[in-house]
Structure formats: C-alpha cells, structure tokens
C-alpha cells in the first residue's frame, strides 16, 4: 500500500517560548487535494517549513511523499514542487531563462504541458522577472511547478497577486492535477479557492488542528440558515428547539437553527409564509465560527 502523500505525527515546534505548532497529526492521501485554512500566525507556514525540511521539527515526525521530511529531504523533495507566497526568483533572469534553470536543477519536466500552462496564464516569459508585477512573478512560479508533473504540489498562498481569471486558470490546473492523480496541499486565505478544488479541509488555531474533514461534513458542524417572508407579521419563534438567533424586519425572519428542522417547520406552517430560502453554511461561516471570541 502506497504511503500517503503528507503525513506527520505528533509534529510539534518551538521558536524559542513560541510555540508555533502542537502535535500536528496530519494525513493527505495520494491524489487528494487538502485545503489547509487559518490566519496569519495560525502555523500554516511553519508546517509547510517543516514538510520541506527547511527547518526541524522540536519533536515529531513530518513525512512528504513517503519519505522523512528531514532526514531523507532529497528523496522527499524529487517528488515535491513548491509554491511560495511570496515569489523569491532571480531578477535578471527572464521568465524563459527561469524555467530553463529550474528544468536543469531538477532534471527534467512536461515542456508540453508548461507551454499550455504559459498561454493559460497569459504570461510573456521574455520579460525579466525585475520588471513583472508580484502577480506575473506568482505565475512563473506557478507555471514552473505545475509543469513537474511533482507527485505532491505544496501551495502556500499561491494565487496571491492573481486576478479573477487567473485564480480561475489555477482552479483548472489543479483539478487536471487532481484528475493525474497528483496530490494538492493548499494553504489559503481565499475561502472561495479551497472550497472549489478541495477534498477536505483542515483548520488550524494557534497551532493546532481544531477541526478536519470533507466541505459535507464540516457544514454540518454548524447552523443551517432560513430566510423566511410572512404575508403579515413574523411570528415570535420563543422556545422553537434547535433555533438558535432570529432576526428579520416587517415581513421577514433571518433565522440560524442547529440539529432537526422538524420543530421549526412545524412553527413557520402555522403562519402565511410566502417565502422561504435555506442554506448550508458556506465554508467561510465553518471557518469563522473557529475563531469567534479566539483572535490569534
């Protein structure tokens, strides 16, 4: 049986007093694409530190591709592509000469399929990198590790800079990615972003893992939203179980309930609804909902 794609255990680090992160036990499996979610300060790049073995772990394990991130990091990282949040190239070099260099560095990629990628997100690769914006530079990196064909893809940030269209090329790639089988580990603030090309979803608080699973699953941690339109006035909804706020104006309730919708239903059939819309949490409320009253 295959390795997964991520794996660690117990992976903890320490910068001193800080603790950045706590016993991470953490699974990606092979052609999964894992979104992994919290605010600055939460450990996103630290994990993504210690996956590359860039920095070692205080005590745990962290393995990339079936290999230890840190003791067999060449091995890890010949089947890894990263991509940074903040683009570091090399200023002189032009776009062309950049994937010239990271081919010969790494031995090798899809020419084919970086041809394809340059034209999906419009890049010219004869201008230097000194003279492209910070969301043109996000794209050579982009275009440079997608064309690996890597087995794992660690994205930290990667459509920062990137306008609409382009964040929609990205979304194409990755699902071609996903549909080859690679695996996807995507850090992010765009909610949107994970939420489509996503699998599961981790969220991390102050360093540790606070809540994991399928988008399904963690909607169902959370109120279900009715809005609701009366011919007259609302109804008092007083002692309604599983109603957890209300609030509405002349003609109208905006109401969160949590668990079955059986005793509210019943309620709202005693009245003249004319309208009635329900919805599932976006991810963006999961997301929000781990951290009111925890800033960090």
């Known amino acids: 049986m295959a390795a997964p ?7 903890t680090k320490r910068y001193g007093r800080t603790l950045a992160l706590d016993d991470l036990e953490l699974r990606v499996e092979r ?16 994990t993504i530190r210690l996956l ?40 002189a070099l032009t776009g062309a000469e950049t994937f010239a260099y990271l081919e010969r560095l ?3 990629v899809d020419r084919a399929y970086r041809d394809v990628l340059v034209e999906r997100f419009q890049l010219d690769t004869s201008r230097k990198v000194r003279a492209l914006s910070k969301g043109n530079r996000q794209k050579v990196q982009l275009v440079a590790a997608f064309a690996t064909r890597a087995d794992v893809l660690v994205l930290d ?6 306008d609409p269209l382009m964040e929609m090329a990205f979304r194409e790639t990755v699902r071609e990615a996903k549909e080859r089988g690679q695996s996807v580990f995507l850090s992010s603030h765009i909610l949107s972003e994970v939420e489509a090309v996503c699998d599961r979803v981790g969220i991390l608080r102050a360093g540790r893992l606070v809540d994991e699973g399928t988008l399904t699953e963690l909607r169902h ?12 006035t609302p109804p ?20 969160e309930t949590d668990g079955d919708l059986t005793p509210l239903l019943h309620a709202l059939a005693e009245h003249d609804v004319v309208g009635l819309e ?16 925890h800033a960090s």
């Open 236 to 255: 008092r909804l007083d002692g309604v179980a599983g109603v957890t706020t209300v609030s509405g104006g002349a003609h109208t309730l905006h109401i």
């Open 157 to 162: 940030e990667p459509t920062a800079g990137l």
């Open 52 to 91: 590359l073995g860039l920095h070692r772990p205080t005590s745990g394990s962290a393995e990339l591709a079936g290999f230890d991130a840190w003791r067999d990091a060449v091995s890890a990282h010949r089947r890894a592509a990263y991509v940074a949040g903040e683009p570091f190239l090399w200023p």
């Open 278 to 293: 329900s919805r599932e949490p976006t991810l963006e409320e999961v997301f929000l909902h781990h951290y009111d009253g």
């Open 31 to 46: 052609g999964e694409a894992y979104g992994y979610l919290g605010p600055n300060g939460a450990g996103k790049t630290t």
């Open 5 to 11: 794609a991520i794996r660690t255990q117990a992976l």
């Open 106 to 108: 790494r031995g090798g």
């Open 221 to 232: 941690l959370k109120t279900r939203t009715l809005d609701v339109t009366f011919a007259g």
